[in-house]
């Protein structure tokens, strides 16, 4: 999700969650359309208010990648007048066209050009969350690649993580580079400083 999607939903977290009623309409759309997963829809339903249901459902979108955002304007038909809004509000906020990840950090050069060490891909490993997956298959590795590394490390997210972007490294060899990296992260809708935080 871009980030002025992210903040606008920030913004009216509380005048939607006193407005939406996401079970009946908004939140089997978003499981339809593999917005979200079976475990969120039950996380969602278990809370016990509309309105806590639409706050955890809101809590949840921003890390869900780049369709989150227009699949829930798509979601809120039956809600046109807050989908209005929200639609004015981004078209009319201040550079609307606004920075795009890529223009939030710039390494040098001589850093993209590199091949990330052991250490850093740990570190990188420890801070990739459900999106591992997208930023290793938009890498290149495969689905079968990807479900060896899960089935591993059955108990660890990071070891399955860290062994399928070593995987990748020893792949691509001198091509595995910062510069990729970021690309993959910035196509899975992973802001780009989890990478500068593992590179610094």
């Not at 809004?85 to 906020?93: H, N, S």
């Not at 860290?162 to 995987?167: G, P």
């Amino acid at each position: 999700m871009e980030p002025a999607h992210k903040e606008l939903l920030r913004r009216h977290q509380l005048e939607l969650s006193g407005q939406l009623l996401v079970s009946d309409t908004i939140v089997p759309f978003l499981y339809q359309e593999n917005i979200l997963t079976d475990a969120q829809v039950q996380e969602i339903e278990s809370q016990p208010t509309d309105r806590q249901k639409t706050l955890k459902l809101l809590q949840l979108l921003p890390g869900r990648g780049p369709r989150a955002f227009p699949a829930l304007l798509r979601a809120l038909d039956d809600f046109s007048w807050v989908r209005d809004k929200l639609v004015l509000e981004l078209q009319d906020a201040p550079g609307a066209t606004g920075e795009t990840a890529a223009d939030v950090w710039r390494p040098p050069d001589s850093v993209l050009q590199r091949v990330p060490s052991d250490r850093e891909l740990s570190r990188l490993a420890s801070r990739l969350g459900s999106e591992w997956e997208a930023v290793l298959l938009d890498l290149g590795l495969s689905a079968e690649s990807l479900f060896r590394c899960r089935a591993d490390h059955s108990l660890s997210s990071h070891g399955a993580t860290l062994a399928a972007l070593l995987q990748w490294r020893r792949a691509e060899g001198k091509k595995a580079s910062v510069q990729r990296l970021l690309q993959s992260l910035q196509a899975a809708d992973v802001h780009p400083s989890v990478l500068q935080d593992v590179l610094l």
